[in-house]
């Protein structure tokens, strides 16, 4: 029914190529293009060998020349591009849309390269752009920006007439066996955790030291695991979408050894972002901590244990207070099983593909830049299950918070 | 009296300059040399401002470039050099002592870049080269090496007909006030303690896992302090020198964060020393994150408390048997008043000049190449105290070990 081609050869790469190939009817053909070209050979690979799948075209190119990719795109000529290589890049990944005249989506938003930021502006700053040129992009189609937006959406429309109190929960109680490494790029990832707290309450954001909020929480077929708040990018864009949030928060489990880790690399000065001379060349502390890190993509085998990624919502319906939670649990032997990658990028992958998927038959449309809550939540849940990602939900939830 | 040449700018170098500069009478003038000639140019005007002294010349030499540095040594045609740059460049620099017919002191045995074993078998191996040119070449003239090897020789002299017991005891209680940060150069210092611990013991070397042996000892004027066994080098000539010990073995304190650092630096792969390639350049993390991490050199600002290194040593006199304690407690405030140096730096510099010192005054003679517990201790001691690092002794002392 239609090509797609997709940029990012890392673990969410992988799984978003396994996952189209498992419907062919829809994506009957498709493209992984990275800087690394053998990365994408070796997706494409394992596809044929696993699922017989062989509509796979390969190629390398650097997803910030817009000259070069706009050229790939346009001799590629695919429906769509599925972004799920750097946030740096979404910006030209943008561009280079907008240019080949061909719809986007992604699961990160824009960060650049020298604050660590996380904020929507530079993409929402697109919407007249892909408005006027008749296109789509969609943002955040992961799952943490993305289902959890669709979550909050569902219980928006069928479950509240007003939602107050959302409280994003996630939680990754897998072992992978390693001292050290992180379950997604590391460079995003520490940016991301280093950065003080935040979140959405009565009308501002409250900001608060990396950390300092702390609780027990218990998640479905896991139990309790330490939780921290901290900012995720989600929230910026709900409490924009869904204006009766009194607060919203975002939660997520981390190890004490994990969080002595965090602290050490921060100490001794390699989560730093701003270049440092060595032996005559700049070198960005945070980046080459990447390259000496386990790669997140590698981590499947033997990776045991479950995500649970949900949210945890307060609010009236009918004039009665009422509490609701809506959850996967994702289990990373079944991800390494089914895509040879581990839980996390699976997790996110999925909803890639199924937001493509989404737009491909119509069931999402509209032109111009859209968070996913944004759209109609209902035909995306109705095949997350089926996708991969099952979803359970608890009216009268006991939500801790 | 003498022209000497220092080669090395960092905070042992600075260390030696000044005390160099505190006995003019022997020491007429000097040159300072190292890779950045504006180290060695700041540590001469602070020389100058501090205490008058300008007989300071200074250059910018590659101590592993050995005919470069031949150059240097014949043009300026000192009495010997003085080398406390890298241990990687003692063999490059003996060759270029040897060629340009001049004395030779170090504080710290040759090791190779590629591995990490600490070993004087390169040195020693330079025995007939220095006999035949008639110059003598004295290895490890630091604290530790170097001090400890002569208290160890007083106490052989002196104190006793057989030293059977020997633990040297290395205590560092100072506050820096960093997170972390290494008290010399964070590579050889992170090389020499992730290694297995090693120690003496009846006619044989026993390798036991780095940290598996701790003890709590209590240092003079300190306290009690967490000590570790760990290898250091003067072990081997000590045990060479002085065959009647049963037992050699070196403590080290470590504070549980230290060793929380040195785990996680372990754990990300930071302290490797393969080449890893990153962005098309071959980078070493270890080399890396000795960039990253604060100069050992610009510690001593607000540097507080004190070292305390000794021999503590069992054996026998007259029949009976004896305990023995020597010991030296520097502050690393007045280290830092004297010289803008912390106590860590300041230890190893003063023995270096007095070593130096010896030699000159004819006081240490001989051809070759000489472990300083080969010459006679009495003259060193006698003016070690004067030259800043007094140093206590007790028989009968309680060991704990």
């Avoid at 296109?135 to 289902?147: H, M, Q, S």
């Avoid at 910026?236 to 489990?253: D, G, I, N, Q």
């Avoid at 945070?286 to 479950?306: I, N, R």
């Avoid at 999925?350 to 830049?369: E, R, S």
Wanted: some cysteine.
């Amino acid at each position: 029914m239609s090509r797609v081609m997709i940029i990012g050869a890392g673990g969410v790469g992988r799984v978003v190529a396994y996952k189209c190939a498992e419907y062919p009817e829809v994506f009957t053909e498709f493209m992984i293009a990275s800087r690394t070209q053998s990365k994408c050979d070796e997706i494409a690979a394992d596809i044929k060998s696993d699922l017989g799948y062989d509509k796979i075209t390969t190629a390398a190119v650097d997803a910030e020349d817009v000259p070069a990719l706009t050229k790939l795109i346009k001799d590629y000529d695919p429906f769509m591009v599925i972004h799920v290589a750097l946030p740096y890049q979404d910006l030209t990944i943008m561009d280079a849309c907008l240019e080949a005249g061909v719809h986007y989506l992604d699961t990160a938003n824009y960060e650049p390269k020298e604050e660590a930021k996380f904020e929507y502006s530079h993409q929402w700053a697109y919407q007249e752009k892909f408005k006027l040129a008749g296109l789509t992009a969609i943002l955040g189609c992961g799952f943490d920006p993305g289902v959890t937006s669709i979550f909050t959406a569902r219980a928006a429309t069928h479950f509240f007439d007003e939602i107050h109190y959302l409280d994003i929960v996630d939680a990754n109680a897998g072992d992978h066996g390693k001292a050290f490494a992180t379950n997604f790029n590391p460079e995003i990832n520490i940016r991301e955790i280093t950065q003080p707290g935040k979140y959405w309450e009565n009308g501002k954001w409250v900001e608060i030291p990396a950390f300092s909020i702390r609780k027990d929480l218990t998640y479905p077929d896991i139990g309790p695991k330490e939780s921290y708040v901290l900012y995720h990018e989600e929230l910026e864009s709900l409490v924009k979408h869904f204006p009766t949030l009194k607060r919203a928060r975002f939660w997520m489990t981390f190890g004490d050894e994990y969080l002595t880790h965090l602290r050490v690399i921060q100490n001794i000065g390699m989560a730093g972002i701003e270049p440092v001379m060595h032996k005559g060349v700049e070198i960005i502390p945070l980046e080459f901590l990447k390259t000496v890190l386990p790669d997140p993509g590698g981590l499947g085998e033997g990776y045991s244990g479950q995500t649970s990624i949900g949210c945890r919502i307060r609010g009236i319906k009918d004039g009665q207070e009422r509490t609701y939670y809506i959850w996967n649990n994702c289990s990373h032997e079944r991800a390494y099983r089914e895509t040879r990658a581990q839980g996390v990028s699976y997790t996110t992958g999925v909803p890639a593909m199924t937001g493509a998927m989404m737009l491909i038959q119509g069931k999402w449309d509209g032109t111009g830049v859209y968070n996913v809550e944004q759209f109609n939540p209902d035909p995306f849940l109705e095949v997350l299950g089926k996708h991969g990602l099952e979803w359970h939900e608890e009216v009268g939830a006991d939500l801790e918070l």
